[in-house]
């Protein structure tokens, strides 16, 4: 969605008051766990609701 829109992560950051880190981990796609605030902030702020956010991926597709 950031790419979509040409945002940064300073960019989310700012405008939704969430640490610089926390938008990077979600952008890299390294996050291991997301306060539920967090999470509210972000589909806010995109207008989204919390299924376009996330996936639910396979670990055995993912080879761990």
Do not use: W
């Not at 589909?43 to 639910?56: H, M, P, S």
């Amino acid at each position: 969605m950031m790419g979509e829109r040409k945002l940064k992560i300073s960019d989310v950051a700012r405008d939704t008051g969430l640490h610089r880190n926390t938008v990077a981990l979600l952008y890299h796609e390294t996050a291991t766990r997301v306060d539920l605030p967090a999470v509210e902030a972000l589909c806010r702020y995109f207008g989204i609701q919390v299924g376009d956010l996330f996936e639910v991926v396979d670990d055995a597709a993912e080879g761990t």
